[in-house]
């Protein structure tokens, strides 16, 4: 399969480069420093671009039967994160433009606001306000997608993440905005890099979560 990443060269991007390549998929990585991503293969191109122009986006992604999206923006308390929805609305556009119609982008645990009120005191209290205003903004992304009806995306929700390579370990996956547990509460807080890429990989396979927002973690 030929696949377009974006955020390659992100500790989540680099994993799955690297997993998409032993897979036998054909890579295009698409980012904003060509020296920053180490991996070489017959089978990755990587190339130069900017994200939230949809015109320099759209010759790259040209001929690929999906985009995969690993972009992230850290946390602002000066100002609202605006990155989220820019890179989406020109990758968007740019998809659109030359006809390719499926997208997996990955966002968080919590987007939606008043989905942590089962969280633990730590992250309820100190974590999430810490980070909303990222939040917030993925939350806005998966909104704008959800008024997409040309285009096929999923979003992968995963919680907090540790620079781990991935395991044979089982999903856990739920419709929402985290997984619980049998007492409906946050099942675990942390989740591999690798196993986020595995499971974003996974679904170029699968129909399952089509159009939906999907929370993981591993057992």
């Known amino acids: 399969m030929k696949i377009a990443v974006l955020g390659a060269t992100g500790q989540t991007g680099q994993y799955l480069v690297k997993q998409a390549l032993q897979q036998g998929h054909t890579v295009t990585a698409i980012v904003r420093n060509p020296a920053k991503l180490r991996v070489q293969h017959d089978k990755l191109k990587v190339v130069e671009a900017d994200i939230f122009s949809a015109s320099t986006l759209k010759a790259h992604f040209k001929g690929q039967d999906v985009i995969i999206s690993c972009l992230g923006f850290p946390a602002s308390f ?11 609305s020109a990758i968007v556009s740019a998809m659109q433009e030359v006809r390719v119609n499926k997208i997996i982008t990955m966002t968080s645990w919590y987007t939606e606001p008043n989905s942590g009120t089962q969280s633990p005191y730590l992250i309820r209290f100190l974590l999430l306000p810490m980070i909303r205003s990222v939040l917030t903004n993925m939350y806005e992304m998966e909104l704008f997608l959800k008024k997409k009806h040309d285009i096929s995306w999923t979003v992968v929700r995963p919680p907090g993440l540790t620079n781990l390579p991935s395991t044979a370990k089982e999903f856990l996956t739920h419709e929402g905005f985290f997984v619980p547990d049998s007492d409906g509460h946050p099942a675990g807080s942390t989740v591999g890099r690798g196993d986020v890429a595995r499971f974003m990989l996974s679904l ?11 929370a993981v973690t591993t057992k």
Do not use: C, P
């Not at 000066?78 to 989406?88: A, D, K, N």
């Not at 170029?204 to 999907?214: I, T, Y």
């Open 204 to 214: 170029l396979s699968s129909n399952a979560w089509v159009k939906k927002g999907v």
């Open 78 to 88: 000066l100002s609202g994160v605006t990155g989220y929805t820019l890179s989406m």
